[in-house]
């Protein structure tokens, strides 16, 4: 680990821990708080693709002709998350999107997807989020978290992507979803087949390869910049924050929903 990956995870891990230890977890005690939470989720699910996919844009050839781009390690990190992110193979072996996987599950559990198939039927039909978050009735937090992924996905800089895939995505997954995990395992849960497949997967998955090649892809698109290096520690700590009222939305709508 070099010098200046190692500042940006001293500098973050304050943040990491409000995420790994969050109450959320703790309070998805029946399969009710359970739906609230994965209704949350899912835009995580689903938004994450676009994060990947500009990755893919930016730093591998998309276009014809085709000639050599990017570094064949980043290359290769880069395709082989997009392969299983939208052509995994699910619980009974049938190859899909990570987010049809995670739509399974909510059938299974019962969770209302009505409103985020709302949001990507409108979004695709108009290409507007407004209309979208409208039209779906999406919560604030929720809509804070989406644009500020968008607004990391359609800009120019690769090295802010790679930063916030990184350490707001692949590198928090496996211990975020450890937790997530234990929760839900500890209280036997039913129903939730399909979801404890989707979170081991991500946790199996994300645990060792993908991170430690996206860590070498932030390395490699930093270089020896401090400007990029800044950056890239700034734009994290926004994505923790962003997850933390992510998972503080959820968490709201949970104990309310005990007050009823």
């Not at 940006?8 to 708080?33: T, V, W």
């Not at 990755?55 to 998350?81: A, D, M, V």
């Not at 946790?203 to 698109?221: C, P, Q, W, Y």
Request: net charge negative.
């Amino acid at each position: 680990m070099n010098d200046r990956i190692a500042e940006i995870k001293k500098r973050i891990e304050p943040l990491r821990q409000r995420i790994i230890n969050h109450p959320i977890y703790g309070s998805i005690n029946d399969i009710d708080s359970l739906r609230i939470f994965m209704q949350h989720h899912v835009y995580a699910v689903w938004d994450f693709m676009s994060l990947l996919k500009s990755l893919q844009i930016n730093l591998t050839c998309t276009s014809l002709p085709w000639f050599p781009k990017g570094l064949p390690e980043t290359r290769y990190l880069i395709n082989e998350i997009v392969i299983g992110e939208e052509s995994d193979v699910d619980f009974y072996g049938n190859r899909k999107s990570h987010f049809e996987m995670y739509i399974d599950a909510m059938n299974q559990c019962g969770a209302n997807k009505d409103e985020i198939m709302k949001f990507v039927s409108t979004l695709q039909q108009t290409g507007s989020f407004l209309d979208a978050y409208l039209q779906a009735g999406t919560p604030q937090e929720i809509k804070a978290f989406v644009n500020f992924t968008f607004s990391i996905a359609t800009s120019t800089k690769s090295h802010l992507q790679a930063a916030v895939f990184t350490f707001g995505r692949e590198d928090l997954i496996p211990e975020m979803f450890g937790s997530i995990l234990t929760d839900i395992s500890n209280k036997s849960l039913v129903n939730t087949t399909l979801f404890k497949y989707y979170i081991e997967r991500h946790i199996e998955v994300d645990g060792g390869h993908h991170a430690h090649l996206a860590t070498e892809m932030l390395n490699s698109l930093c270089g020896e910049d401090e400007t990029l290096w800044q950056e890239a520690g700034d734009v994290i700590e926004k994505a923790l924050l962003q997850r933390i009222n992510l998972w503080n939305g959820a968490y709201a709508q949970i104990k309310s929903s005990l007050l009823v």
